[in-house]
């Protein structure tokens, strides 16, 4: 796409938008789960990422989007090292493997995509006109260090969600077939998007998302109004509207920077520990994904706000998207889960 | 304002689409193949170039890719382009077949404005064109019971000019506001509705130089079909009903999401005991001899498709994105072959020589999806109490397709004939929904709603899913096909339909609902093939008795 809709004008959604931005904080946080009604700007928001988003230093044209730190790591760049670094290992890297700023990048994954693309395979172009054996990366690879956006995910066919929350997972992609053995990096951020009345997600999925956000339309007018209005700006004059709002966009993107510097600092006092595991034990959730997220979560939140040290409002703030999709479900349960689990909430801080 | 006719609403949808194709997204129209629509495409493609998507395309027809046959035969790469890439118009003839897969990557392409469609949809009532594609495409046409006489030539002079014109159109703020809080009103919840409101007003605007005229199509063309709920009456620009029935499947009715949970929790504990466990799964093994011998025409069961599932043997093909080649076989084929090709061609650089016709593709044999389809007797003589233990007989059921994701259908039948609440879908939520609002009371139409399942089973035989049909009913039926009460044609129409069904091969599960077991029920069961289940009464005493029975 040639222009996409500034992240900043997206009204409303703060839920979501928040969600997406602090992943883009601490991608260990794990994948967001969108879903919601249809025109909502679900995927407004997500192609709006890339444009927000600060850029990543990569190696120019490396399929991988691989640091450069570590070429004999990445299939693209250890092939253009020189015969004997690449044995010995060193990772001095040659002028062909020149590291640029590049966008980070935000994948579609259209419904339907055979595995071939979404893991690569082999390239049969060049194995029939060259009669070389050549590994052609696939979406995982050009996701890496960046998103992968999945909409309509609960069409998506079973065994490919395995396969990505399993990759997204390890962080690694590992291909071996049609004689061909290759591992590479695959860090990405998994964004599922759907629509509930097209049919779920299976349960056992859901809790392998990091944060789950339910996005309705705005029910007040002028909310409504405001979204017709500048989407009507946008597609007048999208050059003039971007710029508009490109201060804010800045604005964000220099807080999402310092975000990301500082998220390692920020410190977690015990007794925000104790709130997370708490909160858990009173949700019922399985396992211990439950806490490890909430508590990474409300430490990017802390991050993002400037704090140094996670508070109770970071935890208030995210603990919903949280935990929404890890109550333990009856799939024939109509009562909202965001009810539920705010109810918890309440009663756990009260 | 004098009401204007369809083909009026035709012609302007036309000219705002071919102002501003891309803003637009599309139309979607709804008609039968004919002159009428025929006319209607001669019109577009002489204002905008278009193109033909089939709605079976794969990825190499939409984005291009490696012609491997060509590349073989030249020995120099042979790329091919794809409509997406190309982008402008296409025109998709049976929009209705437009399977999920492609719809996602139609909708992404609409939503970048680089590509639009037209999409000629001659769906019956219950299929039509995906929800995502619905939503995307500005305009919604239906010009199925329009004559030709009615149709003149559509003026499309003008059009060049109020192109130009476009960008100069300036739309008052407090328009925008109309037209949302019109959406809001008309229980429109997307909002991409109001967004392309506003586009085709604009574009007509350009075109008429009124924006109040504008504005007033641009309402009828846009909001109206997708009206959910009359606005109130005051206003005048009030359009006139058209069909919106539709619509409702997608946007959702939450409204009644919020009933009183204790009875169900009730009826469902009370129907858990009752039912043999997995009896959906236990259909996995049902002897499908059992059912008619007739071969019938079974698309559903299982597709050999080169994609998923078990592996078949691989077999000679043309090589494209949709198939896998499978490289072993290929190269087996052209082993025996390597020395009299070098004899034949000395000079050439590759060291295997492949050709065309050895190209082996992967095959493999896919147990497609299945689809449940409840039938529901709905009617006084399943006395309400028994109505409540078949919904959460039902209930149990949803539970177990939900586990293995399969595809529910829910048909309910009473009073004067059957309904098709929720055609095949996999959400659960909506399901329940559906079930829980479903009123009873009145006749058995048994034969109605045999004929609505044999419909819905048809259908989703077609589509590609393994459908199962699970009909809940005392098997008394006092309402004949034409609506006329009795019992004798009522039951003769019964079993006539049921014969076929039995020919549709399809397994078929009858629980019988009757207070007291009745031959009935049974007569119908044998006429279907199908497995008869007694729902025994829910008593505490029975229900020890069929747990018991299940322990031992």
């Known amino acids: ?103 980070t990048p935000v994948i579609d994954l259209p419904l339907g995509a055979t595995e071939d693309r979404v893991v690569g395979a082999l390239d049969v ?80 999925l859901l809790d392998r998302f990091g944060l789950s956000v339910d996005v309705a339309s705005p029910t007040d007018l002028d909310e409504r109004v405001e979204v017709i209005k500048r989407r009507d700006a946008f597609d007048r004059d999208s050059a003039a509207f971007i710029a508009e709002w490109k201060a804010q966009d800045d604005a964000l993107r220099k807080k999402i920077i310092a975000g990301q510097k500082n998220v390692s600092k920020v410190t977690t006092p015990e007794d925000i520990l104790r709130d997370c595991a708490q909160l858990c034990i009173a949700l019922g959730s399985d396992g211990l994904r439950g806490e490890l997220t909430l508590l990474r979560t409300a430490r990017a939140h802390a991050a993002f706000e400037g704090r140094s040290e996670i508070t109770r409002e970071d935890i208030l703030a995210i603990a919903t998207s949280a935990l929404r999709h890890r109550l333990r479900r009856d799939p024939l349960d109509d009562a909202g889960s965001t009810a539920r689990v705010e109810r918890i909430i309440a009663d756990v801080f009260a | 304002m004098i009401t204007p006719t369809p083909w009026e609403h035709a012609a302007q949808a036309l000219i705002a689409f071919a102002i501003d194709p891309g803003a637009l997204g599309g139309i979607w129209l709804r008609a039968r193949s004919g002159p009428v629509r025929d006319r209607f495409l001669v019109a577009l493609t002489e204002a905008l170039p278009t193109q033909k998507l089939s709605p079976l395309a794969d990825d190499e027809q939409l984005y291009g890719g490696l012609d491997v046959t060509a590349t073989l035969a030249t020995l120099k790469p042979v790329f091919t382009t794809g409509l997406i890439t190309r982008g402008g118009v296409c025109v998709t003839p049976m929009a209705e077949r437009i399977p999920a897969e492609l719809a996602g990557r139609l909708g992404a392409a ?112 846009c909001l109206a079909p997708r009206m959910l709920t009359p606005p109130p009456m005051e206003d005048d620009e009030q359009p006139e009903d058209s069909s919106p029935d539709q619509q409702q499947d997608n946007d959702g009715d939450d409204t009644n999401k919020q009933q009183s949970q204790t009875d169900e929790d009730l009826m469902l504990e009370a129907a858990k005991a009752i039912l043999p466990k997995d009896l959906l799964a236990s259909l996995a093994t049902f002897d499908m001899n059992n059912a008619a011998s007739t071969s019938g025409s079974k698309s559903g069961a299982k597709r050999s498709g080169n994609r998923r599932g078990r592996r078949l043997p691989s077999r000679k093909g043309r090589a494209s994105s949709s198939n896998r080649i499978d490289l072993l076989a290929t190269l087996r084929t052209a082993a025996p072959w390597q020395a009299p090709r070098r004899k034949a061609r000395p000079k050439d650089p590759r060291r295997i020589l492949i050709e065309p016709s050895d190209i082996h593709i992967k095959r493999t044999q896919d147990v497609s ?137 399809a397994p078929i599960i009858l629980i019988d609902t009757a207070r007291r077991q009745q031959p009935l029920a049974k007569d119908l069961s044998n006429a279907l093939a199908a497995r008869y289940v007694p729902m025994p009464r829910a008593d505490a005493r029975r229900m020890a008795g069929a747990v018991s029975e299940a322990l031992t």
């Open chain 1, 1 to 103: 796409m040639k222009h996409a809709f500034p992240f900043s004008a997206i009204v409303g959604q703060d839920e979501m938008k928040r969600a997406l931005i602090l992943t883009a904080i601490d991608p260990s946080i794990g994948g967001v789960l969108v879903f919601g009604d249809r025109g909502t700007g679900k995927s407004t928001a997500v192609r709006a990422l890339a444009a927000l988003l600060p850029t990543i230093s990569a190696v120019e044209n490396c399929p991988y989007n691989c640091t450069g730190k570590a070429p004999e790591s990445c299939p693209h760049c250890m092939a253009k090292l020189p015969k004997s670094q690449a044995k010995s290992g060193k990772s001095k890297v040659k002028p062909a493997n020149r590291v640029v700023k590049v966008p």
């Open chain 1, 125 to 204: 172009e060049r194995a029939l006109t060259e009669g070389k054996k050549v590994f052609e990366p696939g979406l995982l690879a050009r996701a890496n260090r960046g998103y992968l956006y999945i909409d309509e995910a609960n069409l998506l066919e079973d065994h490919l969600v395995d396969l990505l929350l399993d990759v997204a997972q390890s962080g690694e992609n590992l291909v071996e077939r049609e004689g061909l053995s290759i591992r590479h990096d695959a860090k990405f951020v998994l964004v599922g998007s759907g629509n509930p009345e097209e049919g779920e997600l299976r349960p056992q």
């Open chain 2, 110 to 221: 609409l939503d970048s404005h680089s590509l639009s469609l037209v999409a000629l949809d001659e769906g019956t009532e219950d299929e039509g064109l995906p929800a995502a594609l619905q939503d995307r495409l500005a305009i919604h046409l239906d010009l199925d019971a329009l004559s030709f006489r009615d149709c003149p030539q559509i003026d499309l002079s003008d059009i060049k000019a109020a192109r130009a014109r476009l960008s100069t159109v300036e739309i008052p703020p407090e328009t925008i506001r109309h037209i949302t809080l019109l959406a809001v009103q008309m229980g429109i919840t997307s909002l991409r509705a109001p967004v392309h409101t506003l586009r085709v007003a604009r574009a007509l605007t350009a075109m008429h130089g009124d924006d109040e005229t504008a504005l007033h199509w641009a309402i009828r063309l």
């Open chain 2, 369 to 505: 999806d299945r689809a449940i389809i409840f039938a529901v007797d709905a009617s006084g003589s399943t006395a309400l109490a028994r109505l409540a233990e078949a919904k959460g007989a039902i209930e149990i059921l949803l539970a177990e397709a939900y586990s293995r994701r399969d595809h529910v259908a829910l048909i309910s039948f009473r009073g004067e004939g059957a309904e098709l609440l929720l055609p095949p879908t996999r959400s659960i939520v909506q399901t329940k929904r559906r079930l829980a609002a479903l009123p009873g009371g009145g006749g058995t139409p048994l034969a109605a709603g045999l004929k609505t399942a044999y419909e819905v089973l048809d259908q989703a035989a077609r589509k590609g899913m393994a459908p199962t049909l699970v009909i809940l009913t005392d098997g008394v039926a006092n309402i004949a096909l034409d609506g006329e009460a009795g019992r004798g044609k009522a039951g003769e129409d019964a079993l006539e339909i049921a014969k076929a069904l039995r020919i549709q091969n």
